[in-house]
């Protein structure tokens, strides 16, 4: 019992944050929520973690080539409200670098409140809600557009529930965005995103393993600037596509204090473009947890 309830507060927070923040695509999707195996529900906890993402070459909506690399370092908390609320927050700091130049720069804040209620002995139902705010940058003195950028500057609206069983978990959300990033270059608006994930979890001692399927529905396509005077902007046929992940995740418990997680993610079906920054060919992530 002890067992299920904890691996259950696993996946509580690796919903919240992250699979929703910026989770338009693969590489933003590796955030696994790392945890200790033993936690306690009631446990305050806060994280510091990297990732790398790597876009891949393939061409995007203007044609040149994307070979871009991301490597974000992202402090994330985890506070028990009392009454199985719980307060989730995360700031990243990302550093890119491409064909077209370099950036760097602090990412969008993001938050989420979740509730919990047990609907059957084994069986437990979670409801969240949250937004992220877009304190990132969207601008830089090369104008670069907006797939260099550490922010995707919009403020956005996030809703979701979770049910978790034993060994199994099934996940819906919703991701809005509101207005237009105010980049140079692009002046992106970025359709909708909803979500679907299943998954499969385990507990052998101090070591916790998590394998899952996320499915991204972008709802309507994404619209650009193409025109200055006045100002134009077209939506962009086709990019309103679809995305798979598989994602691996490995969580150790280092100390009664301290956790150690590995997590890497797949897309086993791709977008075409990556006019967001989103896009990922493959992701890596590895983070620190303390507990207190």
Known sequence: ??????????????????????CSDAGVCIIGKHTLSESIKNKNLIYFGANYGYTGKDPDINGSFND??????RVETDFSLGKEFRFNASVPYSFING???????????????????????????????????????????????????????????????MITGVNYYFGIGYQKPFGRSANYVTRLKRGDDAFFRAGFYEVFNKISIRAEILTIL???????????????????????????????????????????????????????????????????????????
């Open 218 to 292: 972008r709802v309507q396509p994404s619209s650009v600037l193409t025109a200055y005077t006045p100002e134009t902007f077209t939506k962009i046929s086709n990019s309103n596509e679809t995305q798979v992940n598989l994602l691996a995740n490995l969580i150790y418990q280092a100390s009664e204090n301290i956790s150690l997680t590995a997590e890497a993610v797949l897309p086993l079906l791709k977008r075409d473009y990556n006019i967001d920054g989103l896009k990922r060919k493959l992701s890596f992530r590895g983070a620190v947890g303390y507990n207190f």
């Open 99 to 161: 064909p077209l130049g370099e950036n760097n720069g602090l990412g969008d804040f993001e938050a989420v409140i979740s509730k919990t209620f047990n609907i059957h002995k084994k069986l437990k139902l979670t409801f969240l809600l949250g937004g992220k705010l877009a304190l990132g940058k969207v601008n830089s003195k090369d104008s670069l557009p907006q797939r260099y950028m550490p922010g995707l500057g919009t403020n956005d609206l996030i809703a979701g529930a």
């Open 68 to 73: 871009i690399s991301i490597v974000t370092f």
């Open 1 to 22: 019992m002890k067992t299920t309830a904890s691996i259950f507060f696993i996946f509580n927070i690796f919903l919240s944050i992250h699979i929703f923040s910026q």
